[in-house]
């Protein structure tokens, strides 16, 4: 049932398809009013909606950037989660940045609130956009673009709430999540064209924060190439063997020239723990303080020659500033959520289950512990592939 919806967990599917279906009679009461695509001309303002993960909005920089170059005069909104300004602040192709918590990502903000998204979509209101785009599916910031007014309201039915959108894109399942945000931002405004390249480049790293990156890694040493690597995931289901990640970083430690950054912040204290403590005595090792604010870890990031980590944020933001990144997958998708880099490599086993994608929600067989689709990479490999890469780079 509800089968045009992309939703793992059936209880859900089943919930967001009834409200669905309850959203298509509310249409036909005539809410929301609507204003289709007529002519090319480019829209006066456009809002963009990623109110989720800090991959996430790495993950559609493309896409804004898209939007900016097929509207080069309009003014651009970006709407993120409280955890994203800094880095939504790096992005040259907006113009104002609305930051908004959304209560289902509650968890990362004490300040998420119903309320707060009834101001904010009355904000959007006054400013009469044009066009709002979500780079999202989920039927709850589908509504949230439904209340914000815009003439044009263009974005996916996978997640449902498609009713509430002027233009809805049934999001391709095997398209990663960049190849499905450039193809509704190019739905918005009626192309096919406008291809671009690979989101490098597309922050820009303040000054201030290299200068600090370069005091963080000054007892590192000089004129040595640098390798990072992040133990944690922000998932527990998506994290390889904290004692093989120290392994790997040993070895590529004590290779001639080459120093090892470990990198994490506050929640990945475990993590980060268990690496130190299965590191060897003798072989050096630099850790990144774990209030390293996003910027400064940016600008960390840029320095380094590899970046080994699991599917996290900091794994897109090191391929958005053009770091070679080496990603250990598990239960993710590498198809929707592989670093967008080419210089990238990435390592995972085929087993019968993997990859399922239950991140929220994962199996009882597989909590606990390191999944069977983690637990099954070796050292070894990690390390095979590292070297590979860093000959290739």
């Not at 298509?24 to 005539?30: A, F, R, T």
């Not at 192309?191 to 671009?196: C, E, H, P, R, S």
């Not at 999944?371 to 590292?386: F, H, K, N, Y």
Request: proline share 6%.
């Amino acid at each position: 049932m509800f089968d045009r919806l992309q939703i793992a967990y059936p209880r859900e599917r089943l919930l967001v398809g009834m409200a669905d279906s309850g959203l298509e009679l509310v249409k036909l009461l005539g809410w929301p009013r609507s204003a289709r695509h007529q002519g090319h001309d480019a829209p006066r303002r456009i809002l963009l909606l990623r109110l989720e993960r800090i991959g996430d909005l790495l993950m559609v920089l493309d896409a804004i950037a898209l939007a900016r170059s097929l509207a080069p005069q309009s003014e651009i909104t970006l709407a993120v989660g409280s955890w994203n300004l800094p880095i939504a602040r790096l992005i040259r192709d907006v113009d104002r940045i609305d930051v908004i918590d959304a209560p289902w990502m509650a968890g990362r903000s004490s300040n998420a609130s119903w309320t707060a998204l009834a101001r904010m979509a009355r904000v959007w209101r006054s400013r009469r956009y044009d066009l709002g785009v979500n780079l999202e599916p989920d039927i709850r910031s589908n509504l949230l673009l439904a209340l914000s007014a815009a003439k044009r309201r263009v974005g996916f039915l996978s997640g449902g709430g498609g009713a509430l959108l002027t233009d809805a894109l049934a999001a391709d399942p095997a398209a990663h999540v960049a190849e499905n945000a450039m193809a509704v931002v190019r739905l918005a405004f009626g192309t096919q064209d406008g291809g671009i390249g690979k989101p490098a480049g597309r922050l820009h790293i303040p000054e201030e924060a290299r200068r600090r990156a370069a005091e963080l890694l000054s007892h590192t040493r000089a004129g040595t190439r640098l390798i990072g690597i992040q133990p944690g995931a922000g998932r527990k289901i998506k994290e390889w063997d904290p004692v093989r990640f120290a392994q790997v970083g040993a070895q590529l430690a004590v290779m001639p020239d080459t120093s090892v950054i470990l990198v994490g912040n506050a929640d990945d204290r475990a993590a980060l723990d268990e690496v130190r403590a299965a590191w060897p005595a003798n072989v050096p090792v630099t850790q990144l303080p774990v209030e390293t604010d996003l910027v400064v870890l940016a600008a960390v990031l840029e320095r380094l020659s590899l970046f080994i980590t699991g599917d996290t944020g900091p794994m897109h933001l090191a391929a958005a500033v053009g770091t070679p990144v080496l990603a250990i997958f598990g239960p993710s998708l590498p198809t929707r959520f592989a670093p967008l880099t080419a210089r990238s490599r990435i390592v995972r086993i085929d087993i019968a289950c993997s990859p399922c994608n239950l991140l929220r929600r994962p199996p009882a067989r597989c909590v606990g512990h390191v999944p069977d689709c983690l637990a099954g990479i070796t050292s070894d490999e990690v390390l095979r592939a590292a070297n590979e890469l860093l000959d290739a780079c």
